[in-house]
């Protein structure tokens, strides 16, 4: 599968070994002098490691991997102590990805592994409510997180149906666990400025993700994400709105194709909007 992976430049890495502590899934090993991407099995393509690099030699990027295994990971970190446990936890946290995190704390007590976890609930409660999700490393915009609508303390006329983040379909990972088996809103970049009610009326109860199919580049990685979505997380229903430019048709031609494509069949919902906010047309595929 096309994931969000670390990748290292050899020629950068001075083998400080700053980024092996960084990763609490245990992906990375300095190996004769320099750090190596051991696992893509541990690399949650989160990118904790990143902020730790004092060379800058790692990026993200999005190529074939294996698909990331939380309990891959605590069967190993579960080994290794209180103290690596709960950094993992708490890096699970601190992403917002929660999902993951309940595996992880499922898998402690599937296997009868006590820990206190009372600090971290309480890291994550306070990081919650103030909306200030502590962050080690990498782009602070293209960082993921699940936050729910309610909006406290913005001063807006509505509601925002908008429950995660990054939003851009190049900048989201398929894998993150907010997409589990959820209604996945594919929509056009210019479709929100044109409907004065899209959150009531398209957004909310769906997770989304925006694209252009006239000016994004590297169309295939959406094909790709598309892909693992309907068939690796298991979206339950595609809702895909596009504008009435014929340009805007792509993006409901690559939907239609990554579900062709794709082992696991999944509903279809696309809605042509015109250029003044009308609904043109609106059916199942």
Request: glycine letters at 8%.
């Amino acid at each position: 599968m096309k994931r969000t992976v670390i990748k290292i430049d050899e020629d950068k890495c001075s083998g400080c070994g700053e980024c092996v502590n960084g990763c609490h899934e245990g992906a990375l090993q300095l190996i004769e002098g320099k750090a190596r991407l051991v696992s893509e099995l541990y690399c949650d393509g989160l990118g904790a490691c990143i902020g730790t690099c004092p060379e800058g030699a790692i990026i993200l990027e999005d190529r074939e991997a294996e698909p990331y295994s939380e309990t891959a990971v605590m069967e190993r970190v579960s080994k290794l102590g209180d103290k690596v446990i709960l950094a993992h936890l708490k890096h699970l946290n601190d992403h917002n990805e929660m999902g993951y995190f309940t595996e992880g704390v499922k898998f402690l007590e599937d296997n009868g592994i006590k820990i206190n976890l009372s600090s971290l609930t309480k890291i994550d409660i306070i990081a919650i409510e103030n909306n200030n999700h502590i962050h080690s490393g990498g782009c602070p915009g293209s960082r993921e997180r699940s936050f729910g609508s309610e909006n406290k303390g913005v001063q807006i006329s509505g509601k925002s149906e908008l429950t995660h983040w990054p939003i851009q379909l190049h900048l989201a990972n398929p894998s993150a666990g907010h997409f589990n088996e959820a209604d996945l809103l594919l929509a056009a970049d210019c479709v929100p400025f044109s409907i004065p009610d899209f959150h009531n009326r398209f957004l909310k109860g769906r997770k989304l993700v925006i694209a252009c199919p006239k000016l994004d580049t590297n169309k295939e990685v959406y094909l790709e994400k598309l892909k693992v979505l309907i068939e690796e997380t298991k979206i339950n229903t595609l809702s895909v709105v596009i504008m009435e430019v014929p340009c805007c048709s792509g993006l409901l031609k690559l939907a239609e194709l990554a579900a062709e494509t794709s082992s696991r069949k999944v509903p279809i919902k696309y809605t042509v909007v015109g250029i003044q906010g009308d609904i043109l047309k609106e059916e199942w595929l």
